[in-house]
């Protein structure tokens, strides 16, 4: 267990709809990573979220957004769903900061678009 | 651009060693990573180099990395059936784990008896 948690664990949306995922980061870290992975691919970097403020994204469009809480906890949301949105979202949780320290990966939320 | 790219599938016999072999474009990368993925599971980071490395050993894990090729490898000895995984290489840039990681498709590592 890596005390990243992320809910729901499963969810299915319509075309169109909108959708909010969640991850609560390990205790201490204050940086959360979100990926999407679809099926058969490693995860692609959505964005990061550094103290509240984001801190890079991926190739990704706007309909993706997110935000970030006092305490560091994150939501991803995805407006105007599609159905290649189906997919893995993986949140990671680490200490942001020079040096290298370990990215923590919650069990991720299985989005299914129909 | 960054690219990750490794083989897709790798079956070995119980006991013997396995090599996922993996290459990435970025030269500028500062760490690089391997991660296991279980089904229905997270990714677990097993190891990681620092790019001014060439090697590193860490009880049946061996990472190579020739950063004149670009190429990495993985070496898991005495393979077990829980060794079954999909493994990720993976690098990133900049000193800090904050920057984003670039993993590649996996490569789906299958144990014979």
């Known amino acids: 267990e890596t005390g990243v948690t992320q809910s729901p664990t499963h969810l299915i949306k319509t075309r169109g709809q909108q959708v909010t995922l969640r991850c609560s980061s390990q205790?201490?870290?204050?940086?959360v990573s979100w990926y999407q992975q679809a099926l058969g691919q490693g995860p692609q970097f959505i964005f990061q979220y550094y103290r509240e403020e984001e801190n890079g994204r991926g190739n990704f469009p706007p309909r993706f957004s997110g935000l970030q809480f006092p305490n560091y906890s994150s939501e991803l949301n995805v407006n105007a769903l599609e159905l290649d949105d189906s997919a893995l979202y993986l949140c990671a949780s680490s200490l942001g900061g020079k040096g290298l320290t370990e990215a923590f990966f919650g069990q991720g939320t299985r989005l299914t678009v129909v | 651009g960054e690219d990750v790219e490794q083989s897709l599938f790798l079956s070995v016999r119980e006991g013997d060693s396995s090599v996922i072999n993996c290459t990435y474009t970025d030269s500028s990368s500062t760490y690089l990573y391997w991660y296991k993925q279980e089904p229905g599971a997270g990714l677990q980071l097993l190891t990681y180099i620092f790019s001014n490395m060439d090697m590193k050993q860490d009880q049946r894990l061996t990472v190579l990395l020739n950063k004149k090729d670009k190429h990495l490898s993985l070496r898991i000895a005495d393979t077990q059936t829980g060794d079954s995984a999909i493994y990720f290489c993976a690098e990133s840039t900049g000193y800090s784990s904050a920057s984003k990681i670039i993993f590649g498709s996996g490569t789906r590592l299958s144990i014979r008896p």
């Open positions: 205790s201490g870290h204050n940086t």
